[in-house]
């Protein structure tokens, strides 16, 4: 935890060459921005343990590996991952 709070910034979106987002035990809030779906080499979003994070997961980022693991480990959060 770094003791990071309010909404996850939409500018992480410009870095073009994350592979790896772990902003898990924090005190995020309100959605995960669209903007991170666009991150074509990022292959983990790690976010638990930010109760406080709504809304939906976007389309763009269900084909992340962490996806599927515990990077949306957040019961609440709605991905619609096909």
């Not at 770094?2 to 898990?24: A, C, T, W």
């Not at 959060?77 to 096909?82: E, N, P, S, V």
């Amino acid at each position: 935890s770094n003791d990071f709070s309010g909404n996850i910034p939409k500018e992480l979106g410009e870095f073009q060459v994350l592979r790896k987002i772990n902003i898990g035990e924090n005190s995020f809030n309100g959605p995960i921005p669209d903007d991170l779906g666009g991150l074509a080499l990022l292959e983990e979003f790690m976010i638990e343990g930010n109760a406080a994070i709504t809304g939906f997961v976007p389309d763009s980022m269900c084909n992340l590996r962490s996806s599927n693991e515990n990077g949306f480990a957040l019961s609440h959060l709605i991905a619609d991952c096909r």
